[in-house]
T-cell receptor
């Protein structure tokens, strides 16, 4: 698979602060980029995605930024809550005809301190 | 609504024993299906994907195989487990051009 990696393996933030999780990718051919949240012992859950021709997309309390020039992706979580504690993965989504292939980075663990 | 089921949730198997993990999807037809493996503290590695019954593609050479005997059933197998097969196995599905939806995973420990 393609190389998708994260800058920081662990991030600790205070409850109420904003969190920024970063991701670098190596291949420019992916069609979408996706952020997933994985709680301990569970499968990853979709948070938000961004199409490769966009540079910003906002959801509820989350914003994803895409900088194709430096091949960098970030997830911003506003007003971080204890329930946000989890491992966050970025993934490249290659869309081939009617099929997708997803390649994941190694993950960043977010610890939210009360 | 669509749901995905994986079982068992945990499994301890001796080296050399066979493996069969099952995944089923409900509420949709002709899904794309995936098997991923996650080593402790690591990311997800794509093992197999399937676009239809009997159609299996392997991403990496390994000791495992996959089968899709029915439209919404995806099975991960091994004839003889190795210690290195230990990990967290995740099944996922997607429609064409949508994100992947994951099951709750199976934690496999080979002893």
């Amino acid at each position: 698979g393609e190389s998708v990696g994260l800058h920081l393996p662990t991030l600790s933030v205070q409850e109420g602060d904003n969190s920024i999780i970063n991701c670098a990718y190596s291949n420019s051919a992916s069609d979408y980029f996706i952020w997933y949240k994985q709680e301990s012992g569970k499968g990853p859950q979709f948070i938000i995605d961004i199409r490769s021709n966009m540079d910003k997309r906002q959801g509820q309390r989350v914003t994803v930024l895409l900088n194709k020039t430096v091949k960098h992706l970030s997830l911003q979580i506003a007003a971080t809550q204890p329930g946000d504690s989890a491992v966050y993965f970025c993934a490249e989504d290659y869309r081939l005809y009617n099929f997708n292939k997803f390649y994941f980075g190694s993950g960043t663990k977010l610890n939210v301190k009360p | 609504s669509q749901t995905i089921h994986q079982w068992p949730a945990t499994l301890v198997q001796p080296v050399g024993s066979p493996l069969s993990l099952e995944c089923t999807v409900e509420g949709t037809s002709n899904p794309n299906l995936y098997w991923y493996r996650q080593a402790a503290g690591r990311g997800l590695q794509l093992l197999f994907y399937s676009v239809g019954i009997g159609q299996i593609s392997s991403e990496v050479p390994q000791n495992l195989s996959a089968s899709r005997p029915q439209d919404r059933q995806f099975i991960l197998s091994s004839k003889k487990l190795l210690l290195s097969d230990s990990g967290f196995y995740l099944c996922a599905w997607s429609r064409a051009n949508t994100e992947a939806f994951f099951g709750q995973g199976t934690r496999l420990t080979v002893v």
